[in-house]
């Protein structure tokens, strides 16, 4: 732990203290769970044109020659992301994720399957692909970050920049990797413009300058002017030679000369940007533990307030306190009425929600019923992981969409109910909890799909995704899962038809299973919104009735009594505050964002 975190850390437990002594013991815990290190995932997702280095670039930023699934002939097909090996997931492995399912294989088999030319990947009696792979490696830096090599077919894929839009509790860097020998493309440029500006940490590295070495130079300047005029972002350009990182490394010099080769290659360079990077995206999740234990700590500041006012007033206290206990008891005797504004609002929401996943799902059919009507099979099958999987994502896409939709709306319904954020926490858990689903199983549609359907393959099961997750947070990922991509390999084979066939009965399947989602969502977070509201306001008429029995109290006690309360509430009000003091400082010199 760093010393950064470790105030953290310090302050998040000092302020768990006062909270728990007044009965907050769910804000602390909420603010704890936050700054686990549990919660944070680390990232370095490296993205390109196909044929710039970037399998040979992620092979170096591991520090291992050919760690990474590099073909002169072939490209990558699908994601795979490089982690730390240990006793349960060995070096010399590889995880193959498929729909239904982890199969481990031999790390050597991992091009037959993960590459445009593999061996399984042509052959047509192989019923199911994977869409990811994740390979173990026992490397340092993969101690400090996970590294995800994306597909090289189909070039840079707006979709590639969802993979480092994580959600809060995430860290993640995206770089993009661009040639030496010429400046940014258009593509490239494109991309970085309006697919990669909901990425807050970008890097561009100049792959290849071992190639170019009179021209890397003014190339990289001007890139770097190029992004500044056409971006307007201040996106770190850095030059690096894979190939002399990766001879350096394996050289076997002396250490001092090894490390000028490898200073040469520009590599330190380049992770010397990326843990600066990472360190940066790493602060929300601190960030989120001191914002959620400054909420806290203010409301017991405004409790401890309540009461010294009631001390020092005593009986002038109690015609005000006496009234808005008698407003509150009115809310809960009309607990009818607000219950049916409840209904109402979240019947709304859960119809502004299915509309807007009705539009996107008609977006997706008329984009790809397009493209399969315009492609020919035999380009289609020539990269089917990269096809399906396309796919996949812009459903998940739509359901992450529909799910941001209704949450948003139900974040403004409970914020205005109880006019208070941390109740919208309380009732956002429950809600992320609620998208679980359980998985969907579809049997045949039409006899005409000869065969093409297996009622116990199209499921939509539990997977986390990325997309969905930098909508509802890391540990909640829930209710959208994987498109019956083995079936999708399978209507390719048998023709465009059924193709079209798997592709509108796939996404009936998603809508079913939003729909099914949503209505979840809201059979569960209903009866707990008003169950809090009721809590809530009988917690504040408790407190109230409580707070004119100490004003009655205070009026009729002496002189001394009164002083030695006052004293008492004194001074938790300056231990609360002496916690929220440095919490405020913290958050605004930036120890993570300003609050």
Not at 83 to 106: M, S, Y
Not at 165 to 178: D, N, W
Request: net charge negative.
């Amino acid at each position: 732990m760093s010393a950064a975190e470790g105030a953290v850390a310090e302050l998040v437990v000092g302020a768990g203290k006062v909270l728990r002594a007044y009965g907050h013991h769910d804000i602390a815990d909420r603010a704890e769970r936050k700054l686990s290190a549990e919660e944070r995932i680390r990232s370095v997702v490296v993205v390109g044109e196909i044929k710039r280095g970037k399998s040979t670039l992620v092979s170096a930023l591991i520090g291992r020659d050919g760690a990474a699934v590099d073909d002169v002939e072939n490209s990558t097909a699908i994601s795979v992301r490089f982690v730390v090996a240990d006793d349960e997931h060995p070096e010399g492995t590889a995880d193959l994720v498929f729909p239904d399912g982890v199969r481990r294989i031999d790390r050597a088999d991992l091009a037959e399957w993960a590459t445009t030319g593999g061996r399984h990947v042509l052959d047509p009696t192989v019923e199911a692909l994977p869409v990811a792979a994740i390979v173990p490696v026992a490397s340092p830096r993969l101690t400090h970050a996970s590294i995800v090599d994306t597909p090289g077919v189909g070039g840079l894929d707006p979709r590639h920049a969802g993979l480092a839009a994580q959600s809060a509790e995430q860290a993640a860097v995206l770089v993009m990797v661009c040639e030496a020998s010429t400046p940014i493309t258009e593509p490239e440029m494109t991309f970085l413009r309006e697919n990669a500006a909901g990425v807050e940490n970008v890097i561009v590295a100049v792959s290849k300058t071992d190639k170019a070495t009179t021209r890397w130079r003014e190339i990289v300047a001007e890139n770097r002017k190029l992004i500044s005029r056409h971006v307007g972002r201040d996106i770190p350009v850095v030059p690096v030679s894979s190939v002399r990182a990766l001879a350096a490394l394996e050289s076997g010099l002396p250490e001092h000369l090894r490390e000028r080769a490898l200073n040469f290659s520009g590599l330190p360079a380049l992770w010397a940007v990326l843990d600066t990077r990472l360190e940066s995206a790493d602060r929300s999740p601190a960030d989120d533990a001191l914002r959620t234990s400054l909420e806290g700590l203010r409301r017991v500041e405004q409790r401890i307030e309540d009461e010294l006012n009631v001390v020092k007033e005593g009986e002038k206290a109690i015609p005000d306190l006496s009234a808005e206990l008698d407003r509150l008891k009115g809310l809960k005797d009309e607990a009818q009425q607000w219950e049916q504004h409840l209904q109402r609002d979240l019947t709304l929401a859960r119809q502004r929600a299915s509309t807007r996943l009705d539009e996107n799902l008609a977006e997706v059919r008329e984009r790809w019923t397009t493209k399969i009507n315009k492609s020919s099979l035999d380009v289609l099958r020539r990269s089917p992981q990269v096809f399906t999987a396309q796919i996949q994502s812009d459903l998940l896409g739509a359901m992450a969409a529909t799910a941001e939709c209704f949450l948003t709306d139900l974040e403004r319904i409970t914020t205005e109910l109880f006019g208070d954020e941390e109740r919208w926490e309380q009732i956002r858990e429950i809600a992320l909890l609620s998208m679980q689903t359980d998985p969907l199983v579809t049997g045949e549609v039409a006899s005409k799909r000869q065969g093409l359907l297996d009622p116990s393959v199209l499921s939509m099961g539990m997977i986390g995704t990325t997309m969905l997750g930098a909508v509802i947070g890391v540990g909640a990922i829930a209710g959208v899962a994987w498109v019956a991509i083995n079936l999708g390999f399978r209507a390719m084979r048998a023709g465009k038809t059924n193709l079209l066939t798997w592709l509108r009965e796939t996404i009936a399947t998603v809508r079913t299973a939003t729909t099914r989602m949503l209505d979840g969502t809201l059979a569960t977070t209903r009866p707990e919104i008003v169950l809090s509201r009721r809590r809530q306001l009988q917690e504040r008429i408790t407190d109230l009735q409580k707070q004119i029995e100490e004003a009655k109290r205070s009026a009729q006690a002496d002189s001394a009594a009164r002083e030695a309360s006052i004293t008492r509430l004194e001074k938790n009000l300056r231990i609360t505050r002496a916690k929220i003091t440095p919490i405020e400082e913290a958050l605004a010199a930036g120890t993570g964002a300003a609050a």
